[in-house]
């Protein structure tokens, strides 16, 4: 075991706390999250780590209007005594962001003048910030944090829009997915969508699908597939097996626990989805959740050798099938809880490394709702996750979701809640709008990131995300769905 303390700033500031929440202490390139545990004792946050090595402290923090993002130290050793919080998080976002700025104009990118300028001047403030008292250290240090986030946020934003015109001279519109995924189709917005999307996704629920064993009623997803044809859309369907409360069917609780059992009745309900469909279905997400989630009773091992079946049922039905993985908290904020030891890159790796044929896997990026969703980052740190799950070598596929109200949601998977801290004034509309459409930009714009799926097109359907929907209850499209369709216009083919 190990320790590593920090002294906090005198305003109290503290970031929320919690198994899952942070602050965490993450070590090797992965950032890797490792269980521990966080205690505040006279104004000195504690924090005791498994690993007696050096790493990085992940702390959720208000960062003035962007509100709650995770901020990251640069690489700490333990000490006897404890770093200033603040000064540490500041070193490490504007390290990140002079680095990357650095590694991208290496390659060509142009960064602006007065970008240059602002991080000149930010540089010299963390100057500032580590010969000056206590007092003033942690004001500076919070002045250069902010616009260290805000430089990033400009970074990432010329990146995005560099990249795109670089792919435009090669390739013409960019040939990617863009989708919004959906129990039924579109209903009466058919046109709608069809004005922002160049492809359909169709999610199951076999809780809805297989209410009694052998008893299915597929006329929900019969229309999503008639809908999606009609409009001459690529189908991607699933998540098919996916492990959030209220996915499955009542009666396969009975079964908690049993991994033969379990194994049998999931690879049947596979099996049957793909022989209905497998004509006009090509692509499938086989499960979602695995990495994180345990509707079953499963351990983790027990989770990865359930995917293992899976895959190769799929398989077995039709050895052409585009079979995908979808992984949950992919920056790993659940393994600092402790109980769980499976990585969000491991998961996957262990999978390919066994042979099996992963034709992409897909990201959940779920900010600012608990369980399921990960704590809030910015677009720096979602290219540096890109980038890291890229080296599993195979092609990428982002599922986005926010929040657009902090109101309940009674068709929303049971247990999933707004994480209020991550808003300065809560969810909107036209925060999701931004949101959605920014962080969609910077998955279409990277060449392995092939498809962009917003999960989920209408609130009135069950979904995972509170009032992550498209189209409101109301049956009114959203602010974000027009910036999508812009940005479809723009960018696709």
């Known amino acids: 075991m190990g320790s590593i303390s920090f002294l906090l700033p005198s305003s109290a500031h503290t970031a929320p706390a919690g198994p899952d929440r942070g602050p965490f202490f993450a070590h090797g390139y992965e950032q890797t999250v490792a269980a521990g545990t966080v205690e505040v004792r006279d104004g ?79 540089t010299r403030q963390f100057g500032k910030a580590l010969v000056s008292a206590p007092a003033d250290a942690d004001a500076h240090s919070a ?7 805000a430089l990033a946020d400009v970074l990432a934003r010329e990146f995005v829009a560099q990249l795109f015109d670089t792919r435009h001279q090669e390739e013409g519109p960019v040939d990617s997915r863009l989708a919004a995924r959906s129990l039924g189709g579109p209903g009466g917005l058919a046109g709608e969508y069809a004005r922002a999307f160049n492809a359909a996704a169709i999610g199951l629920r076999w809780g809805d699908i297989e209410p009694e064993e052998s ?112 992984v949950a908290q992919p920056w790993g904020e659940y393994l600092g809880g402790g109980g769980q030891t499976v990585s969000p890159l491991a998961f996957p790796d262990d999978l390919i490394r066994a042979g099996l044929k992963v034709s992409g896997v897909e990201l959940e990026i779920r900010p600012g709702v608990t369980p399921r969703g990960s704590l809030p980052r910015d677009l720096l740190d979602t290219v540096r996750l890109i980038h890291l799950f890229g080296s599993l070598g195979v092609p990428l596929e982002l599922t986005l979701s926010l929040p657009s109200s902090p109101r309940p949601d009674p068709a929303a998977v049971p247990g999933q809640a707004v994480w209020a801290p991550a808003w300065p004034a809560g969810p909107s509309p036209d925060g999701q709008a931004e949101w959605g459409a920014s962080f969609a930009a910077l998955g279409l714009s990277i060449p392995h990131v092939r498809a962009v799926t917003w999960d989920h097109w209408a609130d009135s359907e069950f979904h995972l995300t509170p009032g992550g929907g498209l189209v409101g209850t109301d049956n009114r499209p959203k602010p974000l769905l027009a910036r999508l369709r812009t940005l479809r216009t723009a960018h696709l083919r």
């Open 44 to 122: 000195i946050l504690h924090l005791t780590k498994p690993l007696d090595d050096s790493g990085y402290l992940l702390a959720p923090w208000p960062v003035g209007p962007f509100g709650t993002l995770v901020a990251a130290t640069s690489t700490l050793r333990e000490r006897p005594e404890p770093y200033r919080l603040l000064l540490e998080l500041a070193r490490g976002k504007l390290n990140q962001v002079r680095t990357q700025a650095a590694e991208w104009q290496g390659i060509g990118l142009i960064t602006p003048r007065a970008f240059d300028q602002r991080l000149a001047d930010a």
């Open 143 to 149: 002045r250069v944090l902010e616009e260290s986030f």
């Open 215 to 326: 008893r299915y009623d597929w006329s929900a997803t019969d229309r999503a597939v008639a809908a999606a044809k009609a409009a001459d859309l690529p189908i991607t369907m699933g998540p098919v097996i996916d492990l959030a409360p209220g996915m499955l069917p009542v009666w396969a609780a009975g079964w908690e626990g049993d991994l033969p059992t379990l194994a049998a009745f999931t690879c049947d309900f596979l099996e049957t989805a793909v022989r209905r469909y497998k004509t006009d279905v090509r692509r499938w997400v086989v499960c979602a959740g695995f990495n994180h989630a345990d509707a079953l009773g499963l351990g983790g091992d027990e989770r990865v050798r359930l995917a293992f079946r899976l895959f190769e049922a799929a398989h077995q039905a039709d050895p052409h099938l585009e079979l995908v993985l979808s």
